[in-house]
């Protein structure tokens, strides 16, 4: 087993001595006193059981053990020092993890990252296909953009919230118009349709279908299509396969295109996403940098919405 090391502090004021050979300088170095640094030197010569200082002289001069320790000392904290710098640089180098389901990462995240990269040229992020909060609290991730959930849930203390979230049935106008849907049709009677479901979220249509106090519709598990993502239930009623329940945020610009119709419109769900930020970042100051534009394209995001409103597209 090893000897114990002397006290560091001691060594630190032994090693600044040496260099300078002047308590004085080394006191200043050190934001410490001319006497705590001659206490420090002399108690670890007391506890190695040898001088590394000549006394008596005006100069200070090392002994032959002095220079020994001083040179060894002079290295390691050299390498200590490199070390540190090299860790620090490190980790402002290394990537922003964004934890961010698949869906909000296709349909909303990964369109608008060229603003942030031209805002932020020298931040890098690295996405991550998870939306779980332990991401960001375990530290997998920097960030983690989350959905709260349906109506009833709280969004938890510390979590920001990024945007409102309002959800409702879409499909493609061809569908809608084979099985007689518009923005008459009953939500009980949008219910007997071709559902398309996501296993991630296996009970959205059950909400909204609650939302609608509707709740003696069954679901007919006949005509139901299941998809593992929302952004394949969302490609599959693009396609026409059916209707898929969507967040108003991330089919929009499938609705201003004519991709998609909605043909009952939009509920609002009381609380939408937010983000999680990891309480040791590894760049808080990019992190920071990243999360505040999130927060703008969220502020973008409810100002479009606003102004499309909430009511059928058809």
Known sequence: M???????TALRAFESAARHLNMSRAAEELLRTHGAVSRQIKQLEDELGFPLFVRGGRLLELTEEGRVLAKCL????????????????S????P?????GSTVAVRWLVPRLMTFYHQHPSIKLQLSLSSQLEDASSGRADVAIHWVGTR??????????????????????AFASDNNITARTAPAELLSKTL????TAPGSW????????????????????????????LQAAVSGLGLAMASQALVA??????????????TKVSNGYEIVRATHPQNPKACDSFIGWLLTEGQKTQAGLAALGTAPVT
């Open 2 to 8: 090893a000897a114990p090391l002397p006290s560091l």
């Open 74 to 89: 002079s290295i390691a904290l050299d390498d200590i020092t490199q070390v540190l710098a090299e860790l620090r640089e």
């Open 91 to 94: 980790r402002k180098s290394k």
């Open 96 to 100: 922003i993890v964004v934890a961010c």
């Open 152 to 173: 009833g849930k709280k969004a938890r203390p510390g979590h920001i919230p990024l945007m409102d979230d309002f959800m409702g049935p879409v499909c493609n106008k």
């Open 196 to 199: 398309i479901h996501s296993e």
């Open 206 to 233: 059950q909400d909204w279908q609650g939302w609608h106090h509707a709740p003696n519709a069954s679901l007919p598990s006949h005509q139901a299509l299941w998809f593992e993502h929302f952004f394949l239930c």
């Open 253 to 266: 610009q499938d609705l201003e295109q004519g991709n998609l119709v909605a043909p009952l419109g939009f």
